[in-house]
């Protein structure tokens, strides 16, 4: 594997651009930005060429929804999440080599003329279709614009796809019971013209490329291109019906701009070409990353930008090659080059629940890095241990403070704080020599000798999370030998024998700063300045000789902390926090029911109890039975299936309560009720006795 990317001269990486309509979350991570960035580092330490493209995607419907939603302009929206966005990557060490924004002129002036040059050649279709209008607005909406019921698996959907439901993708007009998101009202289909691209004629071409060419693509993005690919391809709008984005820079395109997925893959272009034409001393022309035979293009994505990255993205590089002019006899045509791989991950759930940014179901990663100063590394650990690479897989924060203390404090920084320290205490943290190796040695050292091997091979296939798992085998080799050898023992008796224990035990510790460079930047940094060693680089891992005797090491500190039970228990008040506001706003009264005589309510004897005893039914799970003082001199017994809501029944003991009188007695578990107690039913169908205000008489009526 790794011999077939050497033929490559430089790696172009990008990363799919977020919309700048609010922050990161740990699903955009998981999926996108952290695997992207091992990627990236361990190209670097490889000395490879690569850059590393990044930039916020600005235009498009969900920035003028947000818009509206805050009474401001979409560029005031776009600005504010940008900053955020970038300044987050930024210190969460996602490592681009330029993060910039779809709404720079270098970009409008890149889409704009990319669109222009298709047009000019013949490669957009013009034709009119009919699109949802809204008369109240007097605007055609858009697919995010038009929400109503999923027709498969009846949950809210957008009119492009069900994300809070089966995930499917949609068109507008499949949902049932459309409706405008913004005011609501019942939209009508109206003609309008736009221009396509004609993803039909390159229905061969795909087929060849992605599934007879690249069938070493991940099954997940594999399966999806030939899913697509197998309903057979139907001509795709470049254009909306919009106020914002990109004008079309055509005549008779007023009112018009540029399909956010035709611009915003564009903006990994146009951010090259600004970054280029920065530092043209560094990177060169932009022609070099984008358009040259010798540079691999690889895309992160996640799972729902499949189509876009692998089928319309190549589509619109392919037309515009095609529409190329031959240059001069012998002189190469300018070509882009077709991604060499699209790594997308699968969706990554939070705490058993699907990831929302309009439930605010996510932690967000402005928001961690607050909450957990300098901790970057701990949530990357964790992201790719749980990498949604195959599968879509769950975060949740038991599961981060287990990985913290269980794994990098205990096994990883447990290693390598033992190292330094006894070197510290034994010989003043000067690297001992390494004499005669014994049998335990040898073994330990045989053990991690193939890690380099093994790291790069799944580094180089995009296996993440197997890739760091073999890394954090070396502190577990380390632990082990360590525990084995016993140098605190052996100082007193054989200090020869110790100084040769503690110098592997050091060259372990150093393999593992390599090793996990790509991983956990900061804490690498961190291990490196206790090792007083500057950089290493990715082909000296796997060796024991990177720590000569004699070196002085720098001060040992702990490379990791515990996280306490409390620390968790707050990210899960928040989520509850959350959860139930999301409940309290999206709940609404049951429907009235039909209008009654008068005559009939009065039937009803309605009543004041006070509770003198509540206890639970034996053998039954739902049915708490009640004591209660009618105002009769006779004590009336209740059962009420109210169980499941009251863990301590006696809490009702004392309260007035509300009980029909009239009703039949009936027999429950063996016990005669006599009576209905009254309940409420709130927005999480949980139920809640009705009590009294005041210390009303019992047997009052209610009237």
């Not at 695997?35 to 235009?59: N, W």
């Not at 702990?558 to 959860?579: N, S």
């Not at 999480?684 to 019992?698: G, K």
Request: net charge negative; aromatic share 10%; glycine share 6%.
């Amino acid at each position: 594997m790794g011999e077939i990317k050497q033929q490559f001269k430089r790696t172009t990486v990008t990363a799919a651009l977020p919309y700048a309509n609010g922050g990161v979350h740990i699903g955009h991570l998981a999926g996108v930005y952290v695997p992207a960035d091992i990627y990236v580092r361990y190209l670097r330490l490889k000395k490879r060429d690569v850059m590393f493209v990044g930039g916020s995607d600005e235009h498009g419907v969900p920035v003028t929804q947000r818009a509206r939603k805050e009474g401001i302009t979409p560029q005031q929206v776009v600005d504010r999440y940008h900053a955020m966005i970038k300044q987050s990557f930024e210190e969460f060490g996602i490592s681009f080599d330029i993060y910039s924004r779809t709404t720079s002129e270098t970009h409008h002036r890149f889409a704009a003329d990319f669109f222009r040059h298709l047009y000019d050649k013949g490669k957009l279709v013009e034709q009119s279709s009919l699109q949802f209008f809204d008369e109240k607005t007097g605007k055609f909406l858009t697919d995010r614009d038009v929400v109503g019921e999923c027709p498969y698996c009846h949950k809210l959907a957008y009119g492009n796809q069900c994300e809070e439901g089966c995930g499917r993708a949609l068109e507008p007009t499949e949902l049932i019971n459309p409706r405008s998101k913004e005011t609501g009202e019942v939209p009508v289909l109206k003609e309008t013209k736009n221009w396509y691209l004609p993803l039909n004629e390159y229905q061969d071409w795909l087929r060849q490329w992605i599934l007879e060419d690249h069938k070493e693509w991940r099954p997940n993005v594999y399966g999806q291109c030939k899913s697509w690919l197998d309903m057979d391809l139907q001509p795709r709008a470049m254009t909306r019906d919009l106020d914002w984005g990109i004008p079309v820079p055509v005549e008779g395109a007023d009112g018009k701009v540029l399909y956010v997925w035709f611009d915003a893959p564009i903006g990994y272009i146009s951010n090259t070409k600004e970054l280029c034409d920065k530092q043209p001393e560094r990177w060169g022309t932009w022609q070099q990353w984008w358009q040259d035979k010798d540079t691999r293009l690889v895309h992160f994505i996640g799972k729902d930008n499949i189509v876009f990255h692998c089928i319309i993205f190549p589509v619109m590089m392919r037309a515009w090659n095609e529409a190329q002019t031959p240059q001069l006899p012998n002189s190469p045509t300018p070509h882009y080059i077709m991604p060499d791989n699209v790594p997308a991950n699968e969706f990554l759930n939070l705490e058993n629940d699907k990831i929302s940014t309009s439930r605010n179901w996510a932690v967000w990663l402005h928001e961690y890095l607050q909450d957990m100063p300098g901790k970057q590394d701990v949530l990357r650990y964790v992201l790719t241990a749980n990498a949604p690479e195959t599968k879509d897989n769950n975060f949740t924060w038991r599961d981060f403070q287990d990985r913290n203390n269980n794994e990098l404090v205990a096994v990883y920084g447990n290693f390598v704080n033992r190292a330094l320290q006894l070197t510290k205490k034994y010989w003043g943290g000067v690297v001992p020599a390494c004499g005669q190796l014994t049998a335990a040695d040898t073994a330990a050292l045989s053990e991690f000798k193939d890690v380099k091997e093994r790291v790069e091979q799944l580094l180089e296939q995009f296996k993440f999370r197997d890739a760091q798992f073999e890394a954090m085998n070396l502190a577990r080799i380390g632990n082990r030998y360590i525990t084995e050898c016993e140098p605190w023992k052996v100082w007193k008796s054989d200090p020869k024998r110790c100084e040769t224990i503690l110098n592997i035990c050091l060259q372990l510790t150093a393999n593992l700063a390599i090793a996990f460079e790509p991983f956990l930047p900061f804490s690498s940094r961190r291990l490196r300045a206790m090792l007083n060693i500057e950089s290493f680089d990715w082909e000296q891992l796997g060796q024991t000789d990177l720590l000569p005797a004699g070196h002085q090491l720098g001060e040992p500190e702990l490379l990791f902390e515990k996280i306490d039970d409390e620390t968790i228990q707050r990210q899960l008040d928040k989520l509850e926090a959350t959860k139930r506001a999301n409940e309290a706003a999206s709940w609404k009264p049951a429907a009235a029911k039909e209008t009654v005589d008068f005559e009939l309510f009065e039937k009803l004897d309605i009543r004041v109890g006070l509770v003198k005893d509540c206890q639970p039914v034996k053998k039954s799970k739902k049915l708490l039975q009640f004591t209660i003082d009618d105002g009769t001199g006779h004590d009336r017994t209740i059962c009420s299936g109210i169980a499941a809501w009251y863990d301590n029944p006696a809490e009702l003991i004392g309260r007035r309560i509300l009980f029909v009188a009239n009703f039949a007695p009936r027999k429950m578990m063996g016990i005669e009720s006599q009576g209905m107690i009254l309940s409420a039913v709130d927005s999480d169908e949980s139920l809640s006795v009705v009590t009294t205000t005041r210390d009303v008489r019992p047997g009052a009526q209610v009237g």
